[in-house]
């Protein structure tokens, strides 16, 4: 009987030094090619059985026919001794494809991330993103457990590639999957770490720091502390070079809901996630969002620090997971934005803002997580999440409205605000397993409470060219703003799965929540610098309530690999608001909306033998409108841009569809993924744009429209170009969209056509010498149906390479490219960015635990933030002052396996 993925290597008969590997196909065939006419030794290995290692005699031309290896089972007493011997660079343990982490050689001091560069499948993006046979990795855990809630690159970047022992890389199933034992077809590409015994004795980690040109310095440190039952990690940096240690995703890590796993936020029924998959709950500010407020700390120039420490704890099937987080930033913008706005007559005009703004914000975020497995049939899972966030913002801006060189209307504004906002959210999931096998039931329930005071002073002057309106505060401006928001939702869901036949499970499931919800604005009009007045047109105060219910059902068919459920639910949404000046004064409005909708659901998913996934899927999704958009109220904060509420908006209706086809051969270390989706909209909310043809102020007022479209096909194909040492990954990903607007209530249509190819290479052809390089290419086609004569060709085309030197004497040079251009010819906006940055370092002492390095950063001086999209009716472009060249010296400090010493 033929063992599939079976790992077979080639080793030197000197010294037993790897020389080349392979994994055996489905039918236990392998081959290696271009291997060097030499005297070889050839080792077989499979789990569980005894390794077999035997002399090659290579012929002086032609292809040699190796005769079949017998593999035997291993008696049970030399298994731990036969598998300490028998090491190979990456095997099949199943499902899950393991790699040996000192079989792939690295730099010492590397991190993780550079390790996973060098793994065969596994190409790292110029994000930092993993992304591993073909799909991006959604979670990294060491040993088995939760680093930072999951968080990807919080891994990858801080942990040191000498700890690591092996990486296992595998399709997670769901949480509520693992705990009842019903497949649900939700699984999530996941990288487990295991860390080396030594690692875990001792703590490790590192330290840094450096000063440079221009007064810019940096310093980091990390320190982690494993054992079986303990894990502690805490991380810190400070820095004035823009670097804030954290991506967008990261951010979206500590927010809460995908801090942890599927299933803790407790919303059952499919679409994964329930309640909140269907409704916003916030009135604008999103107050009850657990988001970092993201800054692109990349642009401008920011002063940043931050310090997370990380605590898990597993006993006696109790798991606690925690962490928490503090950054501050300061960033200074200045930026110049241009947009032209195309009207029905074939006419158009242009707006410009040249604005200088300082952003200082605070976050604090909090993460707690306990899961305990009262006995075999119950477990119980509580999680706990706080915010605490300050933000202050000052922006000077100049705006203009431009239509010729006669005509033009512009506006100088002065803005400030400070603004303090908290969260807390409290999660309890129970569930329980029955004797019966698959039959289960879950309860949930959660309350997330918020609060948010702003306070802040604008100020503006508004020059109106051809005006006849005699609203004079819709020009100049001096008002304070005070806000005060706060929010309660109560959540709950249950479900109820029971089997049919063993294969065949119903499920049954209802969610509810309610919303309730206050804002308190009052604007006071500056009548003198001792004067205040309360000004009525534009002070409000909502009070709302949003109550949702949800009563579903669905079939599910899970055998041999197939996973299909069918469902419907009946959704019912309740939208009551009421507005007045000030809290106790006469009601002025009040918004009273009710929605009933059934919504159906198919999802397919098939996993087959090799690695090979096909899935498609319907999800009809119901999207009420936002209760900012319903209430009728008038928002002037910039003059030349007013926000006005529609009470008569109806909810947005979506049919999305998808299909994929997805196989990784680990054999020949080939990836191939298809996938199509479409989204279909009924009653699409879009912001109905009124632009006064004399002073071309617009007045934004959201309705419904329906027909939009968007298709979005991708193929990705991964493949070695020579085995181990180079590989390649290409992409395609075209798109079309058909994007509905109002301007003047007029319909228009805008087609946007795009076209996105990508292409990576990894080179690792010698020990000293690695090389990663890609480059993406999009076209975007812009029609306006109603101004083909303002039709846009936008090209942003974008290329990187990172390339690392081994030289003698523990000298290292890193070299890191990039070259961003973005060009729109009917505009002649053609601008280029080529990033050059540069290391040099050298490793110090026996036992190289010290780096002195000099780093050069932007040293063509080229660095800026641009900007360039079409929308519906509009094209833009943007530009950013940027840090550009510095050049720094710093020395870095690893800690291996430092003693953690107890005192009583």
């Keep these: 009987m033929p063992l599939d993925y079976t790992s077979v290597l080639l080793l030197s008969p000197k010294d037993s030094t790897l020389v080349t590997y392979t994994l055996t196909n489905e039918d236990g065939e392998y081959q290696f090619k271009n291997v060097e006419r030499q005297p070889l030794l050839i080792k077989a290995t499979y789990m569980g059985y005894l390794p077999v290692q035997k002399e090659l005699v290579l012929p002086e031309t032609g292809d040699l026919e190796v005769d079949e290896i017998q593999l035997m089972p291993i008696l049970q007493e030399l298994y731990e001794v036969v598998v300490k ?21 690295v730099p010492p001091g590397a991190t993780l991330e550079e390790l996973l560069r060098k793994l065969p499948g596994i190409q790292i993006d110029k ?76 703590g490790f980690g590192k330290l840094s720091a450096g000063m440079g040109t221009d007064g810019r310095w940096t310093a980091n440190a990390s320190f982690n502390k494993f054992d079986k039952v303990n894990q502690f990690s805490v991380i810190g940096y400070g820095n004035n070079v823009n670097q804030s240690g954290l991506s967008w995703d990261d951010l979206q890590e500590f927010k809460g809901s995908s801090a942890f796993q599927y299933g803790d936020t407790g919303d059952f029924g499919f679409n994964g996630r329930g309640a909140t998959n269907y409704i916003s709950f916030s009135g604008g500010d999103n107050e009850e969002s657990f988001e970092i407020p993201f800054n692109n700390l990349n642009s401008g120039y920011s002063n940043n620090q931050a310090i997370g420490i990380n605590y898990n704890y597993l006993k006696d099937k109790k798991d606690f997971n925690s962490n928490y987080f503090y950054s501050r930033s300061d960033q200074s913008l200045e930026s110049f934005n241009s947009r032209t706005n195309f009207l029905q007559d074939n006419t158009s005009f242009t707006s410009t803002d ?74 309890a999931i129970y569930r329980h397993k029955f004797k019966k096998n698959g039959r289960n039931f879950a309860a949930s329930i959660s309350d997330t409470y918020s609060k948010a005071d702003q306070n802040g002073i604008q100020k503006s002057v508004v020059d109106l060219m051809n005006s006849t309106d005699p609203n ?13 928001n706060g929010s309660n939702l109560i959540k709950s869901s249950l479900l109820f799965v029971e089997p049919i036949k063993k294969i065949f ?80 004064s006469e009601i002025l409005g009040r918004v009273n909306k009710s929605y009933l909708n059934f919504t159906p659901n198919v999802t397919y998913s098939k996993t087959m ?8 899927g319907y999800i009809m999704g119901v999207n009420p409108p936002n209760i900012a958009d319903l209430q009728p109220y008038k928002d002037i904060s910039n003059p030349l841009y007013i926000r006005e509420g529609n009470p008569d908006l109806e909810p947005e209706v979506t049919h999305s569809f998808n299909t994929g086809y997805s196989m990784y051969d680990p054999a020949t270390f080939i990836n191939l993924r298809v996938s199509f989706n479409s989204t279909f909209y009924q009653n699409q909310v879009v912001q109905n744009q009124t632009i006064d043809p004399e002073t071309f102020v617009t007045t934004y007022k959201a309705g419904n429209v329906s027909g939009g479209q968007r298709y979005n096909p991708y193929l990705g194909f991964g493949f070695p170009i020579v085995k181990t040492k180079a590989s390649a990954y290409i992409s395609a990903n075209p798109s079309y969209s058909k994007s509905l607007s109002l301007i003047n209530s007029i319909e228009t249509e ?46 942003n085309w974008s290329a990187y390479s990172n390339m690392n030197i081994k030289f003698p004497k523990d000298f290292y040079l890193d070299v890191k490219f990039n070259y961003n251009q973005y060009k729109n010819e009917s505009f002649g906006f053609d601008q280029e960015v080529p990033i050059l940055n540069a290391f040099v370092y050298k490793l110090l002492g026996k036992t190289k635990k010290w780096e002195v390095r000099l780093s050069g950063y932007d040293i063509f001086k080229q660095n800026q933030t641009i900007s360039q999209f079409a929308g519906q009716n509009y094209v833009s472009t943007g530009r950013i002052e940027t840090l550009s060249r510095y050049f720094l010296l710093g020395v870095t400090y690893n800690m291996r396996g430092v003693e953690v010493k107890k005192y009583r």
């Design 354 to 427: 040249q604005s200088s703004q300082n952003n200082m914000a605070g976050h604090h975020r909090v993460n707690l997580r306990f899961q305990n497995e009262l006995d075999s049939a119950n477990t119980i899972t509580i999680t706990a999440k706080g915010r605490l966030s300050s933000l202050t913002t000052y922006l000077a801006s100049h705006q203009e409205l431009i239509r010729s060189s006669t005509e033009q209307s512009q506006m100088d504004r002065n803005n400030q605000s400070d603004k303090w906002s908290g969260a807390f959210q409290g999660t």
């Design 505 to 584: 499970f119903w499920e049954t499931f209802y969610n509810f929540s309610q919303s309730q919800s206050e804002t308190d604005r009052q604007v006071y009009d500056v009548e003198s610098s001792d004067t205040q007045e309360l000004n009525p047109d534009l002070s409000r105060l909502f009070e709302n309530t949003i109550t949702y219910n949800r009563f579903g059902s669905s079939m599910r068919y899970a055998n041999k690999g197939n996973n299909l459920s069918v469902g419907i639910a009946a959704s019912s949404y309740r939208l009551n608001g009421q507005f007045s000046v000030v809290k106790d």
């Design 750 to 795: 805008t087609h946007t056509f795009s076209n996105n190819f990508g292409v990576n290479l990894n080179l690792t052809p010698l020990e000293w010498l690695s090389l990663y390089t890609g480059s993406s290419f999009r076209l975007s086609k812009t029609k306006y149906e109603q101004n083909p004569s303002q039709n846009q060709d936008i090209i």
């Design 609 to 616: 033998k090799g690695n090979k996934r096909i899935n498609a």
């Design 85 to 105: 011997a028998a090491k190979a660079p990456l095997m099949m343990r199943g499902d899950t494809l393991e790699y040996d982490a000192s079989k792939f050689k």
């Design 472 to 484: 004079t505060y819709f020009r100049n401006l001096d008002q304070l703003n005070q806000s005060l």
């Design 127 to 202: 994000d930092g993103n993993i992304v591993a046979q073909g799909e991006q990795v959604q979670k990294v855990t060491v040993d088995g457990r939760r680093f930072f809630g999951g968080n990807t690159k919080m891994a990858t970047q801080n942990l040191n590639a000498e700890s690591v022992s092996k990486l296992q890389l595998f399709d997670d199933k769901s949480e509520q999957s693992k705990l009842t034992g019903v497949e649900d077809g939700v699984k999530e590409k996941t990288l487990n770490v295991e860390l080396k015994e030594e690692a875990k004795k001792g």
